[in-house]
């Protein structure tokens, strides 16, 4: 068996131990005599397992009481119609702020039920920075404010929580919940698709504060209706069950780890050393601003566009796969999640080397 550091960014790597330990339960549950996909939602087996993965979710966010933790389907795309259908509360507004593509879907979803107002917007430098608390233009009248903590595609993350002044702060964490420890009491709610940091692909995290939800706008479909997911423990429906037992097991190794401080340590040094290398190379470029430079996903340029190929082609001979940069910005770009060891980011950096020393 040959495993390759995959630098998707998302679905992406999940730790090895955890997928051993889902393949050593695969058949047969802790003597349950079935796998977990085969268990009802509503059994006793499935509900210790849906229990332990919210328990040590909390534990390792330390999410305080009054927040609700929702594990639902339909990915973070759906949170862009549910936030506003939820968070709205009879307002008319809401203020989002624009870094990037991710930030760019959000808003155009929330324009179908509310005004967007445009708080601040970082296109004119090409979305390669994020707008200083100073540049935020806050309005009285929005119900919340949404931003896009890490942009994903650019590689774009805020160094500093926006202050929203009591107003409710949403955020769409999908690409670096979990990276690090988080004051989840700043925000009103925060969404995360699973794919990249927390499990599989299928699921996806919601931690909600409890006083905002149960006010959805007229007509809002009982699937995107917080308040019946939060009265039902994520299971008005059958849940992604597999997904949320898969999160659970990456959330126990999280905390074998050490929990999210060990693990911001690792990323930091994963982070720093690669985007180190890029500037000292004098071949690959990154143009985000440094303060802004994301920790888990990497862009970068070659010199010329007909390299590109042959790195992808040698990185792929060398175990390192899945570096093609977004479609909309080419290049390369990798994604170092949690679950990338720092060899991996290790065997990237000499790669890297190798190949400017023979194309440059
Ligand atoms: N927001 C961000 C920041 C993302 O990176 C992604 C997926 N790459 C999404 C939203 C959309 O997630 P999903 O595919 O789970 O709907």
Not at 16 to 31: C, K, P, T
Not at 35 to 40: G, L, P, R, Y
Not at 107 to 136: G, R, W
Not at 193 to 205: D, F, H, R, S, T
Request: glycine share 8%; net charge neutral; aromatic share 10%.
């Amino acid at each position: 068996m040959s495993r390759v550091f995959n630098f998707s960014a998302g679905p992406a790597m999940l730790p090895q131990s955890v997928i051993e330990r889902a393949r050593a339960e695969m058949l047969d549950w802790r003597g349950s005599g079935m796998s977990v996909m085969e268990m009802s939602h509503r059994g006793k087996e499935y509900m210790s397992i849906a229990a332990k993965a919210e328990a040590d979710l909390r534990e390792l966010l330390a999410i305080p009481s009054h927040y609700k933790v929702l594990f639902l389907q339909g990915g973070a795309s759906s949170q862009f119609a549910m936030v506003p259908m939820n968070l709205l509360r009879g307002m008319g507004a809401a203020d989002y702020i624009n870094t990037g593509d991710w930030s760019i879907r959000a808003i155009h979803e929330a324009e179908k039920y509310c005004k967007v107002n445009v708080a601040a917007t970082t296109k004119a430098d090409n979305f390669t920075s994020v707008p200083s608390q100073a540049e935020l233009k806050l309005s009285s009248d929005a119900a919340y404010v949404h931003y896009c903590p890490n942009e994903t595609i650019r590689g774009v993350e805020f160094p500093y929580i926006p202050e929203t002044h009591g107003i409710p702060l949403v955020a769409d964490m999908s690409s670096t919940l979990l990276s690090r420890p988080l004051d989840v009491s700043k925000f009103g709610l925060i969404y995360a698709g699973a794919q990249k940091n927390i499990g599989p692909a299928g699921l996806c995290v919601v931690i909600v504060r409890e006083d905002l939800i149960g006010k959805t706008i007229p007509g809002t479909p009982t699937m995107f209706d917080y308040k019946i997911h939060a009265d039902n423990e994520s299971m008005y429906n059958t849940p992604a069950t597999y997904s949320w037992y898969l999160a659970g097991l990456v959330f126990e190794w999280l905390k074998e780890l050490g929990g999210l401080s060990a693990m911001a340590a690792i990323n930091q040094r994963k982070a720093e050393k690669l985007y180190a290398a890029i500037d000292s190379s004098g071949f690959y470029t990154n143009p985000v601003a440094r303060e802004c430079r994301s920790w888990m996903n990497v862009p970068f340029m070659l010199p010329r566009e007909e390299f590109n190929e042959h790195f992808l082609k040698e990185a792929k001979e060398a175990g390192l796969t899945t570096l093609k940069g977004h479609r909309l910005l080419g290049g390369m770009r990798a994604s170092i999640y949690n679950a990338m060891p720092e060899e991996g980011v290790d065997a990237l950096i000499a790669f890297m080397a190798d190949f400017a020393r023979r194309y440059g």
